[in-house]
């Protein structure tokens, strides 16, 4: 499996905002999801927003109309452009693809911690 990377986490106040960026140490063939996936302390992993080619964009309710996923498929890169972040944002965001044949590929993780 080849590793992802996210960068792009910090610290934001409320309101603020960021973009988080994802792609894989190499190019990976037959991708057709794009997705970011967030677990907060204490909590579990959930599925923030996700691409799926053909079939369009899906957004957690918490998040639509703050939050935008987009791609560049050309270079494997997802992006998640994150507004008026609250406190319950707070979280390690991951970096999810999954490829033809169902082969699924994760980042470690990029910390968004939402403090004032």
């Not at 973009?19 to 057709?32: E, T, V």
């Not at 992006?79 to 965001?93: F, G, H, I, R, W």
């Not at 490829?99 to 470690?108: E, F, R, S």
């Amino acid at each position: 499996q080849v590793p992802l990377v996210e960068s792009g986490g910090g610290l934001v106040q409320p309101g603020g905002s960021l973009r988080l960026s994802c792609a894989p140490s190499r190019i990976i063939g037959g991708i057709y999801v794009m997705g970011w996936y967030r677990q907060a302390p204490g909590k579990q992993r959930e599925l923030v927003a996700r691409i799926t080619s053909g079939r369009g964009t899906d957004y957690v309710d918490s998040v639509k109309g703050r939050f935008t996923i987009s791609t560049d498929n050309g270079k494997n890169t997802v992006y998640l452009q994150m507004n008026s972040l609250k406190p319950e944002d707070t979280a390690v965001y991951y970096c999810n693809f999954v490829a033809l044949g169902a082969i699924t590929y994760w980042g470690k993780g990029t910390l968004v911690t939402v403090s004032s």
